[in-house]
């Protein structure tokens, strides 16, 4: 989270107790992947929270390096290829699926040019007005083109997906990456990965949602055998 270790570490706590709700909720295998992302928020919120302490206390600089990049590997590599390949995973229509094809590939270009700029570049965190501030050594070109399939990746999929209450996730995500572009431009990473995480919540209403679908698709064909 972007404002101090003890808000990271409560937002963990939160996310991975809805997390073990949420796998509770899976119908198929099919669905593990999506229902899995709060617990990997709660995990990536516990490295921010080791990066807060090892920038603000004495005694913890050496979980500096590993935790930002143990942070970043998440937020710039990780989740534009486990959300929207979660999405395909789970998604029933054969149309979709193909559909569904472009941001999974959006994600691999997107992660693959952010892995580059993390291995060849300078990288590092500091505290800046309350919010931890990251910085990526980067070409113009390779944030514009990273950025544009980062932003495929992540939002496409849920407008795609054909799950019952996907859509407001998709909406809720569109709202706070403008809301955090226009509020905390310097602190993208580190708060839209905050608001990103809260909104993951609502993947248990979208799996609650399925599993009443396939449990009324069940009674139904049973009423016809």
Not at 80 to 91: R, V, Y
Not at 105 to 123: E, K, P, T
Request: charged residues 10%; contains cysteine.
């Amino acid at each position: 989270m972007c404002f101090s270790a003890g808000a990271s570490f409560g937002a963990a706590v939160v996310l991975g107790g809805m997390g073990i709700l949420t796998l509770r909720k899976v119908s198929t295998r099919s669905q593990l992947m999506y229902a899995s992302i709060p617990i990997v928020f709660a995990i990536q919120q516990v490295s921010e929270g080791l990066l807060w302490l090892s920038l603000s206390y004495a005694g913890y600089e050496a979980w500096q390096t590993p935790a930002t990049y143990f942070f970043l590997f998440f937020a710039q590599f990780l989740w534009p290829i486990w959300i929207p390949a979660a999405i395909l995973l789970m998604e029933r229509s054969k149309q979709r699926q193909k559909l569904l094809w472009i941001p999974v590939i959006a994600g691999v270009i997107g992660s693959s040019i952010l892995a580059y700029r993390m291995i060849f570049n300078a990288v590092y965190a500091q505290i800046e007005d309350h919010h931890i501030s990251y910085v990526i050594g980067s070409t113009q070109g390779q944030m514009i083109v990273s950025s544009i399939m980062y932003v495929i990746a992540i939002l496409a999929p849920s407008f795609i997906s054909s799950a019952r209450g996907i859509k407001s996730i998709a909406f809720l995500l569109v709202i706070s990456l403008l809301a955090t572009k226009i509020m905390f431009e310097a602190y993208l990473i580190s708060v839209w990965c905050f608001f990103a995480a809260a909104i993951s919540i609502l993947i248990y209403r979208v799996l609650k949602l399925e599993q009443e679908e396939v449990y009324t698709a069940k009674n139904l064909q049973h009423r016809i055998d």
